[in-house]
C-alpha cells in the first residue's frame, strides 16, 4: 500500500489520529525533509520503526518507480514538510508510478494552505483555480498574469513572504486595483493573520517584507460578494458593538459591495 498521508501546516493538534497510527505503522516512509519529518515524528511522540527515505524535487524521478515497486510488498506513507503532498510538493510522480504498476493507493487527507486560504478569505470558493507558485522572472509572470486576468474562478497562489508585495503589486497592475484578494499568513500558528480589501490597497498597505509562510487569494474576474451574505458579516459587527454605518463601510472595502447598499439592508434587518 502506498499512503499519501497530509501533515500539519504548522499546529500539531492538526495532526489526525489516522496520520499517527500510519507513521506509526509505516514500514518506509518517503519523506521531503527527513530531518523535519524526524522532528515531527518526535513533537508527535510517534515510535517508528520505519526507513526514512528522502523524496524531492531533484530526485523524484528517479525515485518513483523504486518506490512504487517497494509499496507492493510494504507499507510506504509519503509525507511533504507540511501539506498535502503532489499539491505545489514532491508526490505526484510516485502516485503515477503506483497507479501504472497497479499499487493500491490511499489518502489521509489533512491540512492544507491552499485550502485553509481559500476557506478563510472570504472570497468566493464555489469554483477556484490552485496556480501554485509564480513565475520568478518579470516577462513570465505578466505572461501568466495575463492569461488569469479574465479567469472568472477564484485564484489562489503560494508566495515567498519577501515577494509578496511586488505580486500584489503586479495582481493590481494586471488585474485592477479594485479587485479583491486576502493575504494569508502562518495559518493555523501563533501569528495567523489575513489581511483583506482591494489589491490598491493591499499594495498601498503591506510591508515591503512579511514573516512566515503566505498564501494568497484573489477573487475571479467581475466575481462580487453576495450582499446579503456580506449583510451577515456587518450585522455580526454591529451586535458586536461597532456602528452600523462604520461596519458598512469597512465592509464595503473588504468585499467590493457598495457601502450605501449594505447601509441600507443594515437598516431594513434592525427594523424587522
Known sequence: MLTIAATPIGNLQDASPRLCAALQAADIIAAEDTRKTRQLLRLLEITTGARLVALHDHNEQRKAAELAALALESEVVLVSDAGMPTVADPGFRVVAAAVAHDVAVTVIPGPSAALAALAISGIATDRF??????????????????????????????????????????????????????????????????????????????PDELRGEVVLVVAGADAAADPQTVLEQVLARVAAGERLKDAAREAAKEFGVPARELYEMGLQAERR
Open 129 to 206: 483555480a490552485f496556480e501554485g507558485f509564480l513565475p520568478r522572472k518579470q516577462g513570465a509572470l505578466r505572461k501568466r498574469l495575463a492569461e488569469l486576468a479574465s479567469d472568472s474562478r477564484t485564484l489562489v497562489f503560494f508566495e515567498s513572504p519577501k515577494r509578496v508585495l511586488a505580486t500584489i503589486t503586479e495582481f493590481a497592475r494586471v488585474f485592477g486595483g479594485d479587485r479583491r484578494a486576502a493575504v494569508c499568513r502562518e495559518l493555523t500558528k501563533m501569528y495567523e493573520q489575513v489581511v483583506r480589501g482591494p489589491l490598491r490597497e493591499l499594495a498601498d498597505n503591506l
